[in-house]
């Protein structure tokens, strides 16, 4: 690592609560949870199978037209009067003013503020998650906000439609989403958008494995560790966004179609 089922809801006046610190730690749908537990009749892996499209088609409609897009990670623990909320908060903001939409899980701690403060700077604010243990809110800072059953499909949206990657601090979700990405990138499955990590004082443990351990035993090579940069400093961190994709990707001319649940 270098040192450089619901339909789309358009949620501006959502009321902000507390949220439990379960918030995210499993599924309030058991879809997931029968489908992972090992096969299943001929007539359930079809249906099942049909419904994991659906939600795929769900989400290829609700995000087509987003525009520049760029997805944060990280936990939802963190309050807001944490360093990591209010740098993911200047991040948002940043990304929003360059012209990026900004997306993440739609949960609170890291999540919330990056939504927050792309929605302060005038940008684009959006959510995916998979469905909740419980009935919760998502965060109130959300221009549009789409659920799905499948963790999976999830973090199918979460890179399909972003243009690069920032990450902050957070636990095993957040650490899966970084070495997915690495790993797309690093086997040409995905472009070589730019990853950054904020929080370096919490990554650099990992970092040091990476390097110290990883390279030198050669699980991978040494060029892999500039898949990802390190900045604490938000405005670096926007900035190596738009420095490698100042416009994003080319996205589709025609117009959103609301029979097909289109939006822009």
């Not at 499209?53 to 944490?82: N, Q, W, Y």
């Not at 469905?131 to 109130?140: A, D, G, I, Y």
């Not at 990405?181 to 929080?199: A, H, N």
């Not at 961190?237 to 490698?244: D, I, K, L, P, W």
């Amino acid at each position: 690592m270098t040192d450089h089922n619901t339909p789309t809801k358009h949620l501006d006046q959502m009321p902000c609560g507390p949220r439990p610190e379960w918030w995210g730690k499993g599924t309030r749908s058991r879809l997931e949870t029968v489908f992972l537990a090992g096969p299943r009749s001929r007539r359930e892996e079809f249906l099942r199978a049909a419904r994991i499209f659906g939600e795929c088609i769900k989400g290829f409609r609700a995000l087509h037209f987003t525009g520049p897009c760029v997805t944060v990670f990280g936990s939802a623990r963190f309050a807001e009067d944490h360093q990591y909320y209010t740098m993911a908060r200047e991040v948002g903001a940043g990304l929003a003013k360059a012209g990026f939409a900004v997306m993440t899980g739609g949960g609170p701690g890291v999540m919330e503020a990056a939504n927050r403060g792309a929605k302060e700077a005038g940008g684009i604010s959006i959510g995916c998650n998979i469905k909740l243990p419980k009935e919760q809110e998502p965060n109130p800072y959300l221009d549009k906000f789409i659920e799905f059953h499948y963790f999976f499909i999830r973090k199918v949206m979460l890179v399909k439609y972003s243009d690069a990657f920032i990450v902050l601090p957070g636990g095993f979700g957040t650490m899966d989403e970084l070495f997915e990405v690495g790993t797309l990138i690093q086997t040409g499955k995905l472009e070589k958008f730019p990853v950054v990590m904020m929080g370096r004082d919490y990554f650099r443990p990992l970092g040091d494995f990476v390097r110290e351990t990883m390279v030198s035993e050669g699980t991978i090579d040494a060029e892999d560790l500039h898949l990802f940069t390190a900045t604490d400093d938000p405005a670096e961190a926007v900035s190596r966004v738009v420095a490698c994709c100042p416009g994003g990707r080319a996205r589709p001319t025609a117009v959103p179609s609301p029979v097909l649940g289109e939006t822009r």
